[in-house]
Nanobody, 120 residues
């Protein structure tokens, strides 16, 4: 089982990035998937999640309206489109899976993480 993130990097405030997560050993038809992040000196926090059965997205308040989560079930790939990035979005972003089709509880599996830095 593996989750591999890509698409991170350095971007100026107000800019955009698109993170991708390719999953192997998981079936997006049956498990919810999402994104977490960890900023320097802070605890990990949930960013967004998408349910398995109907692809219903949910977002934390601090990214609502700026970030969009999506998935391609056929490719077992999940995305996070991040627009209007702010310096406080700087963090390591993790692709995660959950133990059920719902975005409930703590993630059961984590990717290795990818750095996103927002700075001028």
């Amino acid at each position: 089982d593996q989750l591999v993130e890509s698409g991170g990097g350095l971007v100026q405030p107000g800019g955009s990035l698109r993170l991708s997560c390719v999953a192997s050993g998981f079936n997006f038809d049956y498990i919810a998937t999402g994104w977490y992040r960890q900023a320097p000196g802070k605890e990990r926090e949930g960013v967004s999640c998408i349910t398995a059965s109907d692809g219903k997205p949910s977002y934390s308040g601090f990214v609502e309206g700026r970030f969009t989560i999506s998935r391609d079930v056929a490719k077992n790939t999940m995305y996070l489109q991040m627009n209007g990035l702010r310096p406080e979005d700087t963090a390591i972003y993790y692709c995660v899976t959950y133990g059920s089709q719902f975005c409930a509880g703590y993630p059961s599996f984590w990717g290795q993480g990818i750095q996103v830095t927002v700075s001028s």
